[in-house]
């Protein structure tokens, strides 16, 4: 069985690696950046099932660390004319860093109420990043928007556009793929780890793991920042592979809605169940922001109510089957 499984896994992997070769010929490269999505998306649900599945603390601000990354690699290329590749890693530090930040004294806080406080600030941070320029202008720091802007405010930031953009994209993609690969690998050595075992613990019972010796607050910080630092680097992927980034867009709220539902809707607390549900949900995302039907003499764009349609979904999943698509696939399997 465990043999099946890996050559399952290889496929998978072997079948990823030759889609550019495949969206060369049939598509002109949709293809390709679809699955780009799909794999940068599998990465930040996987991270945040970390701090979500594992340790069952639910997070609304994850949007945070995927805008920091994406907003450092951008500050990291435009300042310094150095590959933006070369910022992945600092990225990552940086959204560690903040999650430490904040990690400390909102993770002392249980159930629903560290879920608001995440939320508080994510939305703090959005706007933060929305007006620093601003901010930065009458201060001792506005040496660094004196030439050009910090994050540009509503305008965003453009990347250095590289010399051969289809060499580039390429590139990120096998960057990209290997990076999905690292991630899983790393959410597998923690679930099969004393580190995963104690999250668990804290996620059943936080009184009697600490009772038992585990210290619940170490270990939810530690998890949040390895969590913060893999979504970072997938923000930093994102700004090189669109070389636009806007505060509105990455520091959004739905950026964080989606790093919750795609675990949900897969399998929270699984290996498997985030990647899967990161692909059912790129892939009807996909579909449903180009999706239009005629209802009553008046058109309705589906992508305006993804939002409505998503939150059905996840008390669907919730009320019927709340171990998500791989708890279905299991119990259709045992039939």
């Known amino acids: 069985m465990k043999n099946r499984k890996n050559l399952y896994v290889l496929g998978g992997i072997a079948l990823l690696a030759i889609i550019p070769l495949i969206a060369k010929t049939i598509d002109n490269g949709y293809l390709q950046t679809l699955t780009f ?18 340790a069952g603390q639910i997070s609304f601000g994850h949007g945070t660390f995927w805008g920091l990354g994406a907003f450092t690699t951008a500050i990291f290329a435009i300042r310094t004319g150095l590959p933006a590749w070369l910022a992945m890693p600092i990225g990552g530090l940086v959204a560690m860093l903040y999650g430490m930040s904040w990690g400390y004294p909102t993770l002392r806080l249980r159930g629903p109420y560290f879920a608001i406080a995440t939320i508080g600030i994510g939305e703090a941070t959005r706007l933060i ?26 305008s965003g930031l453009i990347l250095p556009s590289p ?13 990209c793929l290997g990076f999905m690969i690292l991630t899983i690998a790393i959410s597998a050595w923690i679930n099969n780890s004393r580190f995963g075992l104690a999250l668990r613990a804290v996620n059943m019972d936080q009184e009697a793991a600490e009772t038992l010796g585990v210290s619940a607050s ?11 630092f893999l979504v970072g680097v997938a923000g930093s992927l994102y700004a ?5 980034i806007d505060a509105r867009e990455v520091f959004s709220f739905s950026n964080s809605i989606a790093m919750v539902l795609m675990p949900t809707v897969g399998g929270i607390g699984t290996l498997w169940g985030p990647a899967l549900g990161a692909l059912v949900f790129k892939v009807a995302d996909d ?15 589906l992508g305006d109510v993804n939002l409505m349609l998503y939150g059905l979904l996840l008390v669907l999943i919730i009320l019927f089957e709340p171990g998500g698509v791989l708890g279905l696939l299991k119990r259709l399997r045992k039939k």
């Open 37 to 54: 999505f799909v794999m940068m998306f599998v990465s930040m649900s996987v991270a945040w099932n970390i701090i979500g599945g594992y």
């Open 129 to 154: 990043m929305l007006n620093l320029d601003q901010l930065l202008k009458n201060s001792p720091l506005d040496w660094l928007v004196k030439d050009k802007p910090f994050t540009g405010g509503a």
């Open 163 to 175: 010399n051969d953009f289809q060499a580039n994209q390429l590139l990120l993609f096998y960057i």
């Open 218 to 228: 170490r270990y939810k910080v530690l998890a949040l920042m390895v969590s913060a």
């Open 240 to 244: 090189q592979y669109v070389l636009f």
């Open 287 to 301: 579909r449903l922001s180009s999706a239009r039907f005629m209802l009553g003499g008046m058109q309705i764009n």
